[in-house]
């Protein structure tokens, strides 16, 4: 049975997407603990991290880095903090999170919520700078 985030590669449930090439993809987390938040995948379902492939995961890290990058940009935060749960769904994915204190990425936090509007806004502004 596919994971909502193959549906989301599939193009059968929509997504704020960032970037993506042939094997990954990035997009806004829709309950975002902050502005910016955004996951990575790979477009091969894996449950595990840690199951993926070395040079698939060295490929992955590079292609969040990139994001990383631009979250950082367009988003004022002291860093884009990175972690891996892996518990909330069954498919591989990394959290880039704009920080600035460690408490930022507490997954017990309230969740923000955005309208439709402000998710395009975000996702344009983190797209322009990639």
Not at 39 to 62: H, N, Q, R, W
Request: charged share 25%; proline share 5%.
């Amino acid at each position: 049975m596919a994971t909502i985030f193959s549906k989301i590669v599939a193009g059968e449930i929509p997504c704020y997407r960032i970037a993506e090439d042939d094997r990954f993809l990035a997009f806004l987390d829709i309950n975002p603990l902050a502005k910016g938040h955004t996951l990575v995948i790979p477009k091969k379902e894996t449950d595990y991290i840690f199951d993926i492939e070395d040079e698939e995961l060295a490929s992955m890290i590079i292609f969040a880095k990139r994001i990383g990058k631009a979250i950082g940009t367009a988003i004022p935060c002291k860093k884009v903090g990175l972690t891996v749960i892996g518990l909330e769904v069954p498919h591989a994915h990394i959290h880039l999170i704009p920080i600035n204190s460690i408490y930022d990425m507490d997954f017990k936090q309230p969740k923000l919520k955005l309208d439709s509007a402000e998710f395009i806004e975000i996702s344009n502004n983190i797209k322009s700078l990639l």
